[in-house]
């Protein structure tokens, strides 16, 4: 079965110091890896993926994200939070069928 | 951008009524789904389509049936609504066949049974 984990279902982050928020994906096949991010009362929006491509991938808003295939892991980090990423990211991926992870909540402090 | 227009974002219906809700996208994608969105549990896929009249069950498609009558329009029935049905439905839509089409999604439909 392929799917991915989401390790945290709450994250807090100070305003201005790093945020990683961590998912770990089970595959026996090259999976595609997708990260997206959900604001209150909207939909999810991407914020990257990794097809096979460069193993470090940048996103929107100053995210990215590393994929290790000797961890399975494609962790999401960010160097410097900001009272706007506060919002529930989701960690996706599959080789032929996408799953979602339960998703993680971000919490900002001022 | 790709835009997928979910027409209902706050519904509340009570038990045993049918309930349409409804999914339309402007980007010619092959393939919509509907996601349910509870809390702790993530999304969970009920049905997806991959082309006009095509559907395939998804993980939780008891009590749900869909339409897709036309390329851009995929809507979700609910038969007979009940109270475990109250949640956050999310239409999505990708292009292509291959899982590493990014997914985009509406904004989500509330709905209440009561």
């Known amino acids: 079965a392929q799917s991915v984990t989401q390790l945290d279902s709450h994250v807090s982050v100070s305003e201005g110091t790093p945020v990683l928020l961590r998912c770990n994906y089970s595959?026996?096949?090259?999976?595609?890896l997708f990260w997206y991010v959900q604001h209150p009362n909207k939909g999810l929006q991407l914020l990257l993926k990794?097809?096979?491509?460069?193993?470090l991938v940048k996103g929107i808003n100053g995210f990215e994200a590393e994929f290790k295939k000797s961890e399975t892991s494609f962790h999401l980090t960010k160097p410097s939070a900001h009272m706007s990423d506060a919002a529930e990211y989701f960690c996706s991926g599959g080789y032929q069928k996408v799953t979602f992870g339960t998703g993680t909540k971000l919490q900002v402090i001022p | 951008d790709v835009k997928v227009t979910q027409s209902s974002r706050y519904l509340v219906k009570r038990t045993g009524e049918k309930v349409f809700l409804e999914c339309v996208q402007d980007?010619?994608?092959?393939?919509m789904f509907w996601y349910r969105q509870d809390p702790g549990l993530g999304l969970r896929l009920i049905y997806f389509s991959y082309d006009v009249k095509m559907k395939e069950k998804g993980d939780i498609p008891e009590g749900y049936s869909v339409s897709r009558e036309k390329k851009e329009r995929f809507s979700l029935i609910l038969e007979s609504a009940s109270t475990n049905q109250t949640s956050m439905y999310l239409c999505?839509?990708?292009?292509?066949?291959?899982?590493?089409?990014?997914?985009?999604f509406g904004e989500g439909s509330w709905l209440t049974v009561v």
């Open positions: 980007m010619d994608h092959e393939n």
């Open positions: 595959s026996s096949y090259s999976p595609s």
């Open positions: 990794y097809t096979s491509a460069a193993t």
């Open positions: 999505a839509s990708s292009s292509g066949t291959a899982s590493g089409n990014t997914i985009y």
